[in-house]
Structure formats: C-alpha cells, structure tokens
C-alpha cells in the first residue's frame, strides 16, 4: 500500500515522503480521515519555510491549522512543490519510520469523483476558508527577515531626518 515517491538528483540522500494512491489509502481500515492542506506562503528567496493551510477535511478528526514546512532545503517533507499545491494527509496510520502518509489524487486537481469517493469512504467534507489574514499571516511567518529589514532601515532614517531637523552641529551621523 505504501509507496516512496521518486527523488531527485539533489535529494539522493534524502527520504521521500509516504505516499499512496488517496482512494486506496483512504479506504484502509486504520485512516480515520483525510485533510486537504494548500500551500499558501513560501519564502520569497527559498529558503527557510513554507506553509499549508487546511482547505477541507474528510471524517471526523481535527488537524492543524497551518503546517511549517522546510522549504529550500534538500528534503521534501510534502508531496508539494510551491505556492498553491495541495497535499492531503492521511489521519491515522504514519509509516514504519514514523513519519506520516501522503495520499495523491490522480492529477494535479482532486476531481468530483475522487471528492465524492473519500465522503462516501470516511465521511462528508468540512471546508475551512483560507481568507486574505490568513494568507497575511503565513507570509509574515515565512517572510519575517523582510519585515524586520523594514523596520531597521525605517528606524535609521527617522534618526537620520530627527538629527538633520534638530540643527544639531555634531557631524557623526550623516
């Protein structure tokens, strides 16, 4: 049932993530449930984090929220790639090495029957709203460095503009 998915050249030495076909893993007598996460922030250079927030969930479980994961670094630890993506983990069973299952839908985009296939299988979807806070908040949390680059380059030029304005005749700074 579980599968490793292939590596890249850079990722040699690196697991895969678990994954399985989504119906069939879904369809396991230990999966309580399915969470569709997307990824809605990636750091702008890429490197440091990038985060998914839960979309829809299938069955009766609770899941994070958001979930912080590596992005730029040499080991994938999602089936996704970038801003948008979408990844659905499988709730309840997690891998020899205890790490969790991934399932993968057929393309890219879950269709209405795969949809229609994971409610009759663990239950009907519960959609989660992902707003423009909650886009806000993630890209704060991946993008920090810039936020603090603002206001450290703000700060000099208050105190620049502060010390030319207050006829100072001291000529240290600036």
Known sequence: ???????????QS?????????????????????????????????????????????GDVVADRWMVVPS??????????????????????????GGPIFGVPSSTELSDLEAGALAAIVGEPITVEIGALDRGMAWMRVNWWLIVFGLVVTVAVVAVVQHRTSNSRRDYLF
Do not use: F, Q
């Open 14 to 58: 690196c697991p895969a993530p678990m994954t399985v076909d989504l119906i069939t893993g879904a369809s396991a007598s230990d999966v309580l449930g399915v969470v569709e996460y997307e990824v809605i922030a990636e750091n702008t250079v890429g490197l440091g984090a990038s985060v998914g927030a839960t979309k829809r969930l299938w």
């Open 72 to 97: 730029g670094s040499r080991c994938a630890e999602t089936p996704a790639t970038g801003l948008g993506d979408h990844w659905y983990l499988l709730v309840g069973p997690t891998a020899e090495s």
């Open 1 to 11: 049932m579980v599968s490793m998915g292939a590596s890249t050249p850079l990722a």
